[in-house]
């Protein structure tokens, strides 16, 4: 985008060949669209533009064309010129509100107008009195077809005299004029109350951003007196709309009903996955904050809340970067800065796309969301539109991000609520990227000892990408919550860390020895040389404990009267297979498909489905593998499928309910499973059976497919009890199925009608629970009248308080996380079996979860 010669700019009457030129409609300063106060306007939302204060009550034609809208309380009016671009100009803001006051229309809709012509009068006294702002705003509605290469910088522009913007077609080519019945302003509203837990937060606003992309409509949230454009997820975050609120939708344009009825699905949506968002009291795997009390109880000790659990020892290195400060004023050109930051941004976007990638091939979801929601972040108009009018007034390429950055943290920082304070910590992550894309830096890359414990105000997720994680052994963090992003990050990585230890951890020298006890929330910087040693053997004795279960992991496991059980592996990867390999399990009872289909722009082909089992397959070395057919819905969605929204997906189109809709994904897989080789070597498990007919149907499906294949042999189905109904009717279901396989996340949920993804409701969806005990129990004697096996894959298959009671229960194979495996072989090797037997039946008669707990740690108490 060069910059046009000065000669035109002085000369609007002289535009360049294939340039539109505006005049300015009013007299008076000019405003950067990024300043409107209304973020309808300063994000784009009725395309790119400027501002202006009028001083004058006159608003002029800007170019010759056609009045293509009026507005009906006179307040605003739409141009079309004769090369099509489409000029919205707008007095002052919310002025529709006046009904018509003080505005005198000169001209009606259909008019031909030439430049310089009376539009409308307007008293300047009543519209600054009575409206919010005099702000005035010419915006190109087209924005998609014509774009802004020049456009008046800080000053003073007159009315038919100056000239305001210029524009060039994109590609070169003028797109014709759009017929005046096409253009149509149609404005419709609609309230909701926001019902599922957490509000407007970051995924469902890129849903409702998402659910409007391509509609021509434009559509604007608003609660009390924030307003939002949908384009901007920081913006719908900035609004604090949380759980129980009502808020406004307002749609403007051709499509308007169709635009705002969409937004109002997805923010109905009550979707599953959404709960991670939502800033929890205490998660799970964290003890509640330690109070300010107990720290200063004990000297030496700061305390905070455990983002990761472990123990650890090690010398404090500080992470915190000294701030990247970019040049305030531009070395170059406003066209040659705006490619800089473009060409920055779009590094940034792949190296994110690359990190989903990596993240999901791990089989890490968790990480993959983070750095997938930073890709949406990343294009979010109120960043990236605020900073290119920044550079056309001047600013170099980062300096206009930093400030676009920081002005969106600010907002965020207005709104009490602490998950938005994990937002800002993501879009400082992102200041941070494009300014490094961009070419800052202010540090060599640093070398860290070999027991580093690394403190900072915040870590990103980008400084964890970056670690040397074999030299590091736990995270301190000044700030931060147990749900923010660098915590999923360090716990899938298996480094204890603690945040929220305030600014007193900033005092604490670098290279000073330090304890973490993170289960404890305690951060020990005066260690006496009794508790490092102490730290140090417990850290050494569950090592050693992990060390000789992994020595003994590749025998099998029996209790110690003979009571064999298969210890199998929970996968999603090839990488997960052979570590699944090296820790011994005797199989694999769950492949987990999902992530063969997310984070994909298409379905798998029938090939791509053989390829990557059969890969699988050669990686167990003759170990049999359980393939479950795909299961997305609730947290695990796939954008391609455009499903129709669902008020509760955990509900809806899960498992093999999906095929009802899209056969054909369920087929080709079948065809993919049926393709691998030898034949006898894997399994297939059906999701969410809930009767003996689906089943049923089911088998028939897969029959003709071996047929169509020329298959002989015959392959094993079975089906995944995860709903009551499925207990209940194991009896019917062994008797088409060739064995059972229990998931205990969804089973509990089910029963127990307690979101699993809920932070808040962790501890009580606990699959100990008696009601989910007794299914477990019904799903196993169902499944022996007809002589079939009955497996376990959820979660509590790898809790060691639970294997007792399963193995009592009559479960013959658990199937862990891959690492899990050695131990939870261990823990079964020092069962007797008929001991089990008995205490599960005396387990089935508890009262609680926590009873069974107790119940069972005094029997067999944790290593």
């Given at each position: 985008?060069?910059?046009?010669?000065?000669?035109?700019?002085?000369?609007?009457?002289?535009?360049?060949?294939?340039?539109?030129?505006?005049?300015?409609?009013?007299?008076?300063?000019?405003?950067?669209?990024?300043?409107?106060?209304?973020?309808?306007?300063?994000?784009?939302?009725?395309?790119?533009?400027?501002?202006?204060?009028?001083?004058?009550?006159?608003?002029?034609?800007?170019?010759?064309?056609?009045?293509?809208?009026?507005?009906?309380?006179?307040?605003?009016?739409?141009?079309?010129?004769?090369?099509?671009?489409?000029?919205?100009?707008?007095?002052?803001?919310?002025?529709?509100?006046?009904?018509?006051?003080?505005?005198?229309?000169?001209?009606?809709?259909?008019?031909?107008?030439?430049?310089?012509?009376?539009?409308?009068?307007?008293?300047?006294?009543?519209?600054?009195?009575?409206?919010?702002?005099?702000?005035?705003?010419?915006?190109?509605?087209?924005?998609?077809?014509?774009?802004?290469?020049?456009?008046?910088?800080?000053?003073?522009?007159?009315?038919?005299?100056?000239?305001?913007?210029?524009?060039?077609?994109?590609?070169?080519?003028?797109?014709?004029?759009?017929?005046?019945?096409?253009?149509?302003?149609?404005?419709?509203?609609?309230?909701?109350?926001?019902?599922?837990?957490?509000?407007?937060?970051?995924?469902?606003?890129?849903?409702?951003?998402?659910?409007?992309?391509?509609?021509?409509?434009?559509?604007?949230?608003?609660?009390?007196?924030?307003?939002?454009?949908?384009?901007?997820?920081?913006?719908?975050?900035?609004?604090?709309?949380?759980?129980?609120?009502?808020?406004?939708?307002?749609?403007?344009?051709?499509?308007?009903?169709?635009?705002?009825?969409?937004?109002?699905?997805?923010?109905?949506?009550?979707?599953?996955?959404?709960?991670?968002?939502?800033?929890?009291?205490?998660?799970?795997?964290?003890?509640?904050?330690?109070?300010?009390?107990?720290?200063?109880?004990?000297?030496?000790?700061?305390?905070?809340?455990?983002?990761?659990?472990?123990?650890?020892?090690?010398?404090?290195?500080?992470?915190?970067?000294?701030?990247?400060?970019?040049?305030?004023?531009?070395?170059?050109?406003?066209?040659?800065?705006?490619?800089?930051?473009?060409?920055?941004?779009?590094?940034?976007?792949?190296?994110?796309?690359?990190?989903?990638?990596?993240?999901?091939?791990?089989?890490?979801?968790?990480?993959?969301?983070?750095?997938?929601?930073?890709?949406?972040?990343?294009?979010?108009?109120?960043?990236?539109?605020?900073?290119?009018?920044?550079?056309?007034?001047?600013?170099?390429?980062?300096?206009?991000?930093?400030?676009?950055?920081?002005?969106?943290?600010?907002?965020?920082?207005?709104?009490?609520?602490?998950?938005?304070?994990?937002?800002?910590?993501?879009?400082?992550?992102?200041?941070?990227?494009?300014?490094?894309?961009?070419?800052?830096?202010?540090?060599?890359?640093?070398?860290?000892?070999?027991?580093?414990?690394?403190?900072?105000?915040?870590?990103?997720?980008?400084?964890?990408?970056?670690?040397?994680?074999?030299?590091?052994?736990?995270?301190?963090?000044?700030?931060?919550?147990?749900?923010?992003?660098?915590?999923?990050?360090?716990?899938?990585?298996?480094?204890?860390?603690?945040?929220?230890?305030?600014?007193?951890?900033?005092?604490?020298?670098?290279?000073?020895?330090?304890?973490?006890?993170?289960?404890?929330?305690?951060?020990?910087?005066?260690?006496?040389?009794?508790?490092?040693?102490?730290?140090?053997?417990?850290?050494?004795?569950?090592?050693?404990?992990?060390?000789?279960?992994?020595?003994?992991?590749?025998?099998?496991?029996?209790?110690?009267?003979?009571?064999?059980?298969?210890?199998?592996?929970?996968?999603?990867?090839?990488?997960?297979?052979?570590?699944?390999?090296?820790?011994?399990?005797?199989?694999?009872?769950?492949?987990?498909?999902?992530?063969?289909?997310?984070?994909?722009?298409?379905?798998?082909?029938?090939?791509?489905?053989?390829?990557?089992?059969?890969?699988?397959?050669?990686?167990?070395?003759?170990?049999?593998?359980?393939?479950?057919?795909?299961?997305?819905?609730?947290?695990?969605?796939?954008?391609?499928?455009?499903?129709?929204?669902?008020?509760?997906?955990?509900?809806?189109?899960?498992?093999?309910?999906?095929?009802?809709?899209?056969?054909?994904?369920?087929?080709?897989?079948?065809?993919?499973?049926?393709?691998?080789?030898?034949?006898?070597?894997?399994?297939?498990?059906l999701p969410m059976v809930t009767d003996v007919g689906e089943l049923v149907r089911l088998r028939e499906r897969i029959e003709a497919f071996a047929r169509e294949a020329g298959r002989t042999e015959p392959i094993e189905v079975g089906v995944m009890i995860e709903v009551p109904s499925a207990a209940l009717l194991a009896d019917?279901?062994?008797?088409?199925?060739?064995?059972?396989?229990?998931?205990?996340?969804?089973?509990?949920?089910?029963?127990?009608?307690?979101?699993?993804?809920?932070?808040?409701?962790?501890?009580?969806?606990?699959?100990?629970?008696?009601?989910?005990?007794?299914?477990?129990?019904?799903?196993?004697?169902?499944?022996?009248?007809?002589?079939?096996?009955?497996?376990?894959?959820?979660?509590?298959?790898?809790?060691?308080?639970?294997?007792?009671?399963?193995?009592?229960?009559?479960?013959?194979?658990?199937?862990?996380?891959?690492?899990?495996?050695?131990?939870?072989?261990?823990?079964?090797?020092?069962?007797?079996?008929?001991?089990?037997?008995?205490?599960?039946?005396?387990?089935?008669?508890?009262?609680?979860?926590?009873?069974?707990?107790?119940?069972?740690?005094?029997?067999?108490?944790?290593?």
């Amino acid at each position: 985008m060069e910059r046009i010669e000065e000669s035109r700019l002085m000369d609007p009457l002289k535009p360049a060949e294939a340039h539109v030129v505006l005049v300015s409609p009013f007299t008076g300063p000019v405003v950067p669209l990024a300043a409107v106060p209304d973020p309808v306007f300063a994000e784009g939302l009725f395309g790119d533009g400027i501002g202006i204060d009028p001083l004058v009550g006159k608003l002029i034609a800007p170019c010759d064309g056609t009045v293509m809208h009026l507005a009906r309380t006179g307040h605003a009016v739409t141009l079309q010129s004769a090369e099509g671009v489409q000029v919205l100009v707008h007095i002052g803001i919310d002025t529709v509100e006046l009904n018509g006051e003080g505005f005198s229309p000169k001209i009606a809709q259909g008019d031909s107008v030439r430049r310089g012509d009376t539009l409308i009068e307007f008293d300047l006294d009543v519209v600054a009195c009575r409206a919010p702002s005099l702000v005035s705003v010419v915006a190109i509605a087209n924005s998609d077809a014509f774009e802004v290469v020049e456009r008046a910088g800080a000053g003073h522009v007159e009315a038919g005299a100056s000239t305001l913007l210029v524009l060039r077609a994109r590609g070169g080519v003028v797109p014709g004029a759009i017929p005046e019945h096409e253009f149509i302003a149609d404005e419709v509203r609609r309230t909701i109350t926001l019902a599922h837990a957490g509000g407007l937060h970051a995924r469902p606003a890129a849903r409702a951003r998402e659910a409007v992309r391509g509609v021509d409509a434009r559509v604007e949230v608003r609660y009390g007196e924030r307003k939002a454009a949908i384009e901007s997820v920081v913006g719908l975050l900035a609004l604090g709309a949380g759980e129980g609120v009502t808020i406004e939708l307002v749609g403007i344009g051709k499509e308007a009903e169709r635009a705002v009825n969409a937004v109002a699905e997805e923010l109905l949506r009550e979707a599953a996955g959404e709960a991670h968002e939502v800033p929890a009291r205490a998660p799970a795997s964290a003890p509640a904050p330690v109070t300010a009390s107990a720290a200063t109880a004990e000297p030496g000790v700061l305390a905070g809340v455990c983002a990761a659990p472990g123990v650890a020892v090690g010398t404090l290195v500080r992470w915190d970067e000294a701030e990247l400060t970019p040049a305030e004023a531009a070395s170059n050109t406003p066209a040659a800065e705006s490619r800089a930051l473009d060409k920055a941004i779009a590094a940034v976007d792949a190296e994110l796309d690359h990190s989903v990638r990596t993240a999901s091939q791990r089989g890490a979801i968790g990480e993959a969301g983070i750095f997938t929601m930073h890709r949406v972040l990343l294009e979010d108009p109120a960043l990236v539109d605020t900073a290119r009018d920044a550079i056309s007034l001047g600013k170099s390429a980062g300096y206009a991000w930093r400030e676009a950055i920081r002005a969106q943290i600010a907002v965020l920082g207005k709104v009490d609520d602490p998950l938005l304070a994990e937002r800002a910590a993501d879009l400082r992550d992102l200041e941070k990227r494009v300014l490094r894309a961009l070419g800052l830096s202010n540090t060599a890359a640093r070398v860290l000892p070999d027991e580093a414990v690394l403190a900072a105000d915040e870590f990103t997720p980008s400084d964890l990408a970056t670690l040397d994680r074999s030299r590091v052994t736990a995270l301190v963090m000044a700030r931060g919550g147990a749900t923010s992003h660098a915590a999923i990050i360090a716990r899938q990585a298996g480094i204890p860390a603690l945040v929220a230890l305030g600014d007193a951890l900033k005092q604490v020298e670098e290279g000073t020895q330090v304890v973490v006890d993170a289960g404890a929330g305690r951060f020990a910087y005066t260690p006496s040389a009794a508790d490092i040693d102490r730290a140090r053997n417990e850290r050494l004795r569950l090592a050693g404990l992990r060390e000789a279960n992994r020595r003994s992991s590749h025998e099998a496991a029996a209790t110690r009267d003979g009571r064999a059980v298969e210890i199998a592996a929970n996968i999603a990867t090839l990488d997960d297979a052979v570590t699944a390999v090296d820790n011994g399990a005797d199989a694999v009872g769950l492949l987990r498909t999902e992530l063969m289909f997310i984070h994909r722009q298409a379905a798998p082909t029938v090939d791509e489905h053989r390829q990557s089992y059969q890969a699988i397959a050669d990686a167990l070395k003759g170990r049999t593998a359980i393939i479950r057919t795909l299961d997305v819905g609730a947290d695990k969605e796939v954008d391609y499928l455009t499903l129709p929204p669902e008020p509760n997906p955990a509900l809806g189109l899960r498992g093999i309910r999906l095929a009802q809709v899209r056969p054909d994904l369920l087929d080709d897989q079948l065809r993919g499973l049926l393709a691998v080789k030898p034949a006898g070597k894997v399994r297939i498990l059906l999701p969410m059976v809930t009767d003996v007919g689906e089943l049923v149907r089911l088998r028939e499906r897969i029959e003709a497919f071996a047929r169509e294949a020329g298959r002989t042999e015959p392959i094993e189905v079975g089906v995944m009890i995860e709903v009551p109904s499925a207990a209940l009717l194991a009896d019917q279901l062994a008797r088409h199925a060739d064995f059972l396989s229990i998931g205990t996340n969804d089973l509990t949920q089910y029963t127990l009608a307690m979101d699993r993804c809920q932070p808040d409701l962790a501890a009580q969806a606990d699959g100990l629970h008696p009601a989910v005990l007794r299914l477990v129990a019904a799903t196993v004697e169902g499944a022996n009248r007809h002589g079939k096996w009955v497996g376990v894959c959820g979660a509590l298959a790898g809790d060691p308080l639970a294997v007792p009671l399963l193995v009592g229960l009559g479960v013959s194979e658990l199937s862990v996380d891959p690492v899990s495996v050695p131990s939870i072989k261990a823990r079964v090797r020092k069962l007797d079996y008929n001991e089990c037997r008995a205490r599960a039946q005396n387990a089935l008669a508890l009262e609680s979860a926590q009873a069974v707990r107790t119940a069972s740690a005094a029997t067999w108490p944790l290593d």
